[in-house]
């Protein structure tokens, strides 16, 4: 009776602390991800430890140390006001932890600075932590142009598909499709985005695209921008957002392989000597020595009375005899086909049915 009252009183303890065991791994999942410093302040040189919690388990991470930046507004100026030369890569563990050494080194632009880590590849994450490059120029933060500001309002896409063409090896391209909101006092025409395409761990190339339209205060608008890459382009791509010097969005792009192109490769490896081959056997059939119709009519009648095996027994039977006659004829007594192939004899007087065997005709 024990055992059978322990039971259900356990499944009541265990259902009773499930739900919020739950709702605590839940939370952690929609916190952001941090990121700490070993310290705030180091010399060019230097180096400094950061660590980071929450982020997404086995992300490949990238540590910059950024100029004109504070963790409220982000990297304003991209990855163009960061040390690039001086940054390094991380793989998070199993549970999204990391710890790093990052050297210390100047910015392109003044500070206020910041460590910042975003992800490389994969859904887009970042985080900043303040920094200070000890000896580095620092400056006021650019103001912000006053009137309209735009914000991104939803989540950005990219509309179309490939076609056959693309499958040979043709540029890839889609259409860019956000909608924003225009934040600011004054009205916004003729916005110029930038547009970036990144592939891997590389640095996006931007691209100036203007739209025709006026965004007026408290209105929002659809933008529609193409995006197209290279030929023959393929593997995991990132399509970002700029406006005003400062990332909006980014959009995850995987580009499949143009299979096409390597269909063609090997057909051509398959082809071109196969048509090399027949051309020289063509070559070699027209230059070499032909023997004439006559000789070869003399030649094979050798061949056969040497090897009689060869040839049928019907046309051996029906060849013809060899030219020279039989020792006991001479040409001008041969009997010819009416008489027979046999040796001479005596002519019995007794036997009157014998033939008479001819006899050679001497001198008179």
């Known amino acids: 009776m024990r055992g059978r009252v322990r039971i259900p009183a356990l499944v009541t303890v265990l259902a009773l602390l499930l739900p919020p065991m739950a709702a605590v791994s839940a939370s952690a999942a929609d916190d952001p991800p941090v990121v700490k410093l070993s310290k705030t302040q180091a010399g060019t040189g ?32 991209g990855t163009n006001s960061c040390a690039n030369a001086d940054g390094r890569a991380v793989t998070t563990d199993g549970e999204g932890r990391f710890s790093r050494k990052l050297p210390v080194a100047e910015p392109p632009v003044p500070c ?46 990219l509309d179309g598909s490939s076609g056959l063409l693309t499958w040979f090896g043709a540029p890839p391209a889609r259409t860019f499709v956000f909608t924003v909101g225009n934040v600011g006092t004054s009205a916004v025409k003729n916005p110029v985005f930038q547009v970036g395409t990144s592939h891997g761990v590389f640095a996006p ?40 010097g400062k990332v909006m969005a980014e959009q995850p792009w995987g580009v ?55 040839r049928p027994r019907e046309e051996a039977r029906h060849a013809a005899p060899p030219s020279s006659a039989l020792p006991w004829f001479t040409p001008d007594s041969d009997p010819g086909t009416a008489g027979r192939l046999s040796a001479p004899h005596d002519e019995s007087p007794t036997s009157p049915t014998t033939p008479t065997t001819p006899t050679r005709k001497g001198p008179p």
């Open 46 to 77: 230097g180096s400094v430890t950061v660590t980071g919690t929450g982020w997404r388990p086995r992300a490949l991470l990238m540590l910059l140390i950024c100029g004109q930046s504070v963790p409220s507004t982000g990297v304003s100026g």
């Open 112 to 157: 206020p600075c910041v460590v910042h880590v975003a992800t490389a590849t994969g859904p887009k994450a970042e985080a900043d932590a303040i920094f200070q490059v000890a000896g580095h120029a620092v400056e006021p933060l650019p103001a912000e142009p006053a009137g309209g500001r735009l914000s991104v309002l939803t989540d950005t896409r």
């Open 205 to 244: 190339q931007w691209e100036e695209q203007q739209w025709r339209g006026t965004i007026q205060p408290g209105r929002k608008a659809r933008i529609e921008l193409p995006v197209e890459l290279a030929a023959g382009a393929h593997g995991d791509y990132a399509v970002s957002l700029k406006y005003g």
């Open 256 to 310: 499949g392989r143009p299979w096409g192109v390597t269909l063609f490769w090997i057909l051509v490896c398959l082809v071109v000597p196969a048509a090399l081959f027949r051309v020289g056997m063509a070559v070699v059939d027209r230059i070499r020595p032909r023997q004439s119709a006559r000789r070869r009519g003399l030649r094979l009648p050798e061949v056969a009375f040497r090897l009689p095996g060869l």
